[in-house]
T-cell receptor
Framework: GQNIDQPTEMTATEGAIVQINCTYQ??????LFWYQQHAGEAPTFLSY????GLEEKGRFSSFLSRSKGYSYLLLKELQMKDSASYLC?????????????FGAGTQVVVTP | SAVISQKPSRDICQRGTSLTIQCQVD?????MFWYRQQPGQSLTLIAT?????????ESGFVIDKFPISRPNLTFSTLTVSNMSPEDSSIYLC??????????FGQGTRLTVV
């Protein structure tokens, strides 16, 4: 079956770095997505990895290892506004391009 | 990326009634999907909204309960039928084109009483 695991919650202080890990076992793979979701709002796209390696986008970086079924999202220079849920999602290819399988989300709490 | 306008943003409904949620995209998109997000949980895919044909439902979701329409490449509706309190959830539509990431509507927060 499909399985995407990420920690439930992480706490870090303003200005610090936090790494959110995601492991996956899915029947198809068409890329690994990270979304940010503030409470009561829709998810917003952060990053996409389809090849192994690190993708950097400002304060956010995402890493993928397909052989290990592993990704992480790195948040640097944390700001209070980064307090949100971070969703790891796998793009599936089994029968419909574009379908996403989401993990349960990691709630990041940034403290002063 | 394109923008999806979803409405209503929230509603409180009586059990046994039905609610139709609409999503309008500001440009044509190849794919549209409907997700459900139950309180404190992540998103679960309900179905793929196929333009001009019947939607493709995921395991655990059926057309009689969640009829979906997609008459063109910019619009889709999801109806939650014969509602019960267990249907209380946030419903989100999503769109994407090849080469782009999925983007979401603002969500509809449904409470069934």
């Amino acid at each position: 079956g499909q399985n995407i695991d990420q920690p439930t919650e992480m706490t870090a202080t303003e200005g610090a770095i936090v790494q959110i890990n995601c492991t996956y076992q899915t029947s198809g793979f068409n890329g690994l997505f990270w979304y940010q979701q503030h409470a009561g709002e829709a998810p917003t796209f952060l990053s996409y990895n389809v090849l192994d390696g690190l993708e950097e986008k400002g304060r956010f970086s995402s890493f993928l290892s397909r052989s290990k079924g592993y990704s992480y999202l790195l948040l640097k220079e944390l700001q209070m506004k980064d307090s949100a849920s971070y969703l790891c999602a796998v793009g599936l290819t089994t029968d419909s391009w574009g379908k996403l399988q989401f993990g349960a989300g990691t709630q990041v709490v940034v403290t002063p | 990326s394109a923008v999806i306008s979803q409405k209503p943003s929230r509603d409180i409904c009586q059990r046994g009634t039905s609610l139709t949620i609409q999503c309008q995209v500001d440009s044509q998109v190849t794919m549209m999907f409907w997700y459900r997000q139950q309180p404190g949980q992540s998103l679960t895919l309900i179905a793929t909204a196929n333009q001009g044909s019947e939607a493709t439902y995921e395991s655990g979701f059926v057309i009689d309960k969640f009829p979906i329409s997609r008459p063109n490449l910019t619009f889709s509706t999801l109806t939650v039928s014969n509602m019960s309190p267990e249907d209380s959830s946030i419903y989100l539509c999503s769109g994407l084109d090849r080469g782009t990431e999925a983007f979401f509507g603002q969500g509809t927060r449904l409470t069934v009483v």
